[in-house]
């Protein structure tokens, strides 16, 4: 299928969906950094300007509109939240383009809090506003331990089916819990010790790129990236708190002796281990803690149809077929 991809980043989102078969044909970020790593790792179709200079002719016709749309206005973990928020209306730009081009699918990914914003009423609007753009839609809180990443990371899932198509698209069943079970098959969760057992020391012999870390001193007084780490537990949340203006948030080794280097942060989210980041590590900590993890990306991924067969097709089609 072809997809467009909006708000790309640094492509966690983007690598799922190329490793369950589709085709990327179009992307868009306004972060440069984010965009030259992209441009590295995945291909030169990536745009770096802001989304709303971009009129939607500008845009290829597609087949999915997938974007994780920026998250920090509508974060529990940003105290000025509010339906005020600038950044908020980014989704407006995402619904500009679905409006418009008219995909058959589309997948947007959020941060948790953007549920239980205003009381839900942000989030009503949200999704009456997809619907009346003409598609059906569901959602679901996933959580990307439940797909074998080593991290706790819930995350809003909202997938939309355009009114004419005659398909059942569902989320992914969780392939991990918190403990294995042989019944439903599940494994049980990655530790984050499991995870980067691998991976040396920064300081010894190696070959990785991206494996330098924040000297930023570690702290141990319970707030957001200054938490002992459980190396037996998948990871806290991942963050890349603020803007490029703000600081980030980079969690402890699961050693609890140093902060994880940009390399490590980046298995945390479950990148691969030669995916490279451009810029500063301060930027590449940022890109890794924007990103939806391609695992969990794979397994959202696969569940679009790789290609219209005979039983997806469009309910207008159908008819016209059955008329004929
Ligand atoms: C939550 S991140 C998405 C990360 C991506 N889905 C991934 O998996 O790596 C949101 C992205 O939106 C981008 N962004 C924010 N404002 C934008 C704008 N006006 N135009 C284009 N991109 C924008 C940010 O630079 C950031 O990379």
């Not at 509109?65 to 509508?74: S, T, V």
């Not at 105290?79 to 995402?94: F, M, Q, S, V, W």
């Not at 080593?150 to 009114?163: A, M, S």
């Not at 069943?173 to 530790?191: A, D, Q, R």
Request: glycine residues 8%.
């Amino acid at each position: 299928m072809k997809v467009v991809s909006l708000f790309s980043g640094a492509g966690g989102l983007d690598l799922g969906f190329i490793r369950a078969g589709h085709e990327i044909i179009w992307a868009n970020d306004n972060f440069l950094d984010a965009v030259k790593t992209y441009r590295k790792n995945i291909g030169d179709h990536i745009i770096c300007e802001d989304i709303s200079k971009i009129p939607s002719d500008k845009i290829p016709n597609h087949d999915i509109l997938i974007g994780g749309f920026p998250c920090q206005g509508f974060s529990v973990a940003n105290t000025n939240r509010g339906e005020h928020d600038e950044r908020n209306k980014l989704y407006l730009e995402l619904l500009r383009i679905l409006a418009e081009k008219q995909p058959k699918f589309f997948m947007a990914e959020n941060v948790k809090g953007i549920l239980s914003l205003m009381r839900g009423k942000i989030f009503e609007l949200i999704i009456a506003d997809f619907i009346n753009a003409g598609y059906k839609v569901t959602y679901k809180v996933l959580n990307a331990a439940d797909f074998g990443v080593p991290q706790k990371r819930e995350r809003v899932i909202i997938l939309g089916v355009r009114n004419d198509m005659d398909f059942n698209l569902a989320h992914p069943e969780p392939t991990h819990g918190e403990i294995s079970n042989l019944f439903s098959h599940k494994k049980s969760w990655v530790s984050i010790g499991e995870a980067l057992k691998n991976i040396p020391e920064p300081e010894d012999q190696h070959d990785l790129t991206n494996h330098t870390y924040s000297k930023f001193k570690l702290k141990f007084n319970g707030y957001l990236g200054n938490r002992a780490i459980d190396p037996n537990k998948p990871s806290p949340t991942v963050t890349a708190r603020g803007d490029e203006k703000g600081g980030v948030v980079v969690l402890h080794h699961p050693n609890n002796h140093r902060r994880m280097s940009v390399r490590e942060l980046a298995s945390t989210q479950s990148f691969p281990i030669d995916f490279s980041f451009e810029g500063s590590n301060s930027s590449a900590y940022r890109q890794i803690g924007n990103a939806v993890p391609p695992l969990l990306a794979f397994a959202i991924a696969s569940k679009f149809p790789k290609k219209l067969e005979c039983h997806v097709t469009c309910k207008t089609t159908s008819k016209a077929i059955s008329q004929l």
